[in-house]
């Protein structure tokens, strides 16, 4: 894993290990909770940067870096939007795939029918934001696999962290102001893609391979590289 170094609470130095290849984020005990918001982009940026089709964590050999215990799998809700994780059985942390660690922070809600209707029109498959497995829109709305609803990236959470972000009581203030404004049009291009509009082709292709939701990461994470 690569370690990446963020603002926690309280002005607190918080080390993340992030493994690309596997889409995964470790953190240690309570590290998920002392994300600012400008950790929190930060993180965001990264992922999307090393976003890759999805994986599936295969819980009989995932074990904690700490003491190689056996981690298990652990559920929990983030107001209405469940989400998991594998934690180590004596407490030295948790490992979640970089999908449920958008769940947990609220960045991802499942497409409506009117959204699923026109997804159908330009893809006859989709992998799977959760596991990477296809879906096969002609047959199903769910993933058979992890049986995941299809889901996207919501614009609208990642324009309220700017905001949170920008509203912050932070030192360097190195975020453009015109952000938001980029946020904004990225979450418009994106409600539009589903209302009948001129569909971008790159987008399509990454949301075949990658899955909506790492498509719209993808996309997202480029723009703040260029904004942010």
């Known amino acids: 894993m690569t370690a990446h170094t963020v603002q926690g609470q309280l002005g607190r130095a918080v080390t993340i290990d992030l493994c690309g290849p596997c889409q995964t984020i470790w953190f240690d005990p309570r590290e998920s909770l002392q994300l600012t918001p400008g950790a929190t982009l ?7 940067e090393h976003v890759a089709k999805p994986q599936a964590i295969d819980s009989e050999t995932a074990k904690c870096p700490r003491c190689k215990a056996r981690l298990r799998r ?5 107001r209405t939007t469940r989400f998991e994780y594998f934690r180590c059985p004596h407490d030295h942390g948790r490992l979640t795939t970089f999908f449920d660690f958008l769940k947990e922070k609220d960045f991802v809600r499942p497409l409506t029918p009117a959204q699923i209707t026109k997804l159908r029109d330009s893809i006859q498959v989709v992998n799977c ?6 879906i096969d829109l002609a047959k199903t709305n769910d993933c058979a696999h992890c049986g995941s609803p299809l889901s996207m990236l919501d614009m609208q959470q990642a324009e309220s962290l700017i905001v949170q972000l920008r509203e912050a009581d932070r ?6 102001p ?9 979450r418009r291009q994106t409600d539009e893609a589903f209302a009948g509009w001129p569909q971008d082709s790159l987008w399509l292709e990454a949301g075949s391979s990658l899955g909506l939701v790492g498509a719209g990461l993808a996309g997202l994470a480029r723009w703040l590289k260029e904004k942010g």
């Open 42 to 48: 930060m993180l965001f940026r990264v992922i999307g």
């Open 74 to 78: 652990t559920q929990d809700m983030q």
């Open 129 to 134: 934001s959760n596991c990477g497995a296809p």
């Open 171 to 176: 030192t360097d203030k190195t975020v453009d």
């Open 178 to 186: 015109a952000l938001p404004l980029e946020l904004a049009r990225a």
